[in-house]
C-alpha cells in the first residue's frame, strides 16, 4: 500500500536534546513537508522541500533542521534551540507544488 | 495576509442528520485553492474535499459538499445523513495558486455526531 509513514508515533526529549523525526512516503511524490500542531490551533508550517537536496524555510523553522537527501524521505530534527518543541508533527507530501498534500500519521513530542 | 477564519470552535449534530460548518477566508489573490480536512482522534489529517477557486460549481464528495461564495470569501462544508464517523476535527485550509505550496490552517471545528 502507497501511504505516508512516521515514526516513533510518540517521542520524548530531554532538556539540551537534539531528537530526529522520520517521514517516509512511497507515492513517488517530490514534494514533502512539516507541520507542527499546537492545541486549539491549526497546523503551521516549518520546512518544506520540493525536490531532492532542496528545502526551504516556512514560518516557524527557527529551532528546527532538515534533510533531503533521498526522495522518500524528509527527517525533522527538533534541536536544543526549540524552547518549546511540545507539540504534535505532521508530515504531508504532495505530487508537486502545486498539488493537494496528503498527511502522515503524526509523531507526539514531549519534553521529559 | 491570508487569513482562515472557523468561527465555530464546536458544533453537534444527531446521526442522520445535516450539518455545516463554516469558514470564510481573506485574500487578494484570484487564484487559488481551498480544502476541508478531518483530524479524528487517531490525529491523522485527511483530505475531505477541495475547491478551485476559479470553478464555480461547489465540489461534492458523496456525503459532503461545499457552498463556495467568492465574492462573500466563505466555504462552508455540508455533511449530510451525518454518522459515527463523521466526529472530528474539521480544518479548513486555503493555498494560493502557482507555484507555491503553503496551507494556511484555520483553527478547526470540533463536531460530534450525536446518536
Known amino acids: 500500500d502507497g501511504g505516508i509513514t512516521q515514526s516513533p508515533k510518540y517521542l520524548f526529549r530531554k532538556e539540551g536534546q537534539n531528537v530526529t523525526l522520520s517521514c517516509e512516503q512511497n507515492?513517488?511524490?517530490?514534494?514533502m513537508y512539516w507541520y507542527r500542531q499546537d492545541p486549539g490551533q491549526g497546523l503551521r508550517l516549518i520546512y518544506y522541500?520540493?525536490?531532492?537536496?532542496?528545502?526551504q524555510k516556512g514560518d516557524i523553522a527557527e529551532g528546527y533542521s532538515v534533510s533531503r537527501e533521498k526522495k522518500e524521505s524528509f527527517p525533522l530534527t527538533v534541536t536544543s534551540a526549540q524552547k518549546n518543541p511540545t507539540a504534535f508533527y505532521l508530515c504531508?507530501?504532495?505530487?508537486?507544488?502545486?498539488?493537494?498534500?496528503?498527511f502522515g500519521p503524526g509523531t507526539r513530542l514531549l519534553v521529559l | 495576509a491570508q487569513t482562515v477564519t472557523q468561527s465555530q470552535p464546536e458544533m453537534s449534530v444527531q446521526e442522520a442528520e445535516t450539518v455545516t460548518l463554516s469558514c470564510t477566508y481573506d485574500?487578494?489573490?484570484?487564484?487559488?485553492?481551498l480544502f476541508w480536512y478531518k483530524q479524528p482522534p487517531s490525529r491523522q489529517m485527511i483530505l475531505v474535499i477541495r475547491?478551485?477557486?476559479?470553478?464555480?460549481q461547489n465540489a461534492t464528495e458523496n456525503r459532503f459538499s461545499v457552498n463556495f461564495q467568492k465574492a462573500a470569501k466563505s466555504f462552508s462544508l455540508k455533511i449530510s445523513d451525518s454518522q459515527l464517523g463523521d466526529a472530528a476535527m474539521y480544518f479548513c485550509?486555503?493555498?494560493?495558486?502557482?507555484?507555491?505550496?503553503?496551507?494556511?490552517f484555520g483553527t478547526g471545528t470540533l463536531l460530534a455526531v450525536q446518536p
Open positions: 504531508a507530501s504532495s505530487i508537486g507544488v502545486r498539488e493537494t498534500q496528503y
Open positions: 507515492l513517488n511524490h517530490d514534494a
Open positions: 522541500s520540493q525536490i531532492v537536496n532542496d528545502f
Open positions: 485574500t487578494s489573490e484570484s487564484d487559488y485553492y
Open positions: 475547491q478551485e477557486a476559479y470553478k464555480q
Open positions: 485550509a486555503y493555498r494560493r495558486g502557482g507555484a507555491t505550496n503553503k496551507l494556511i
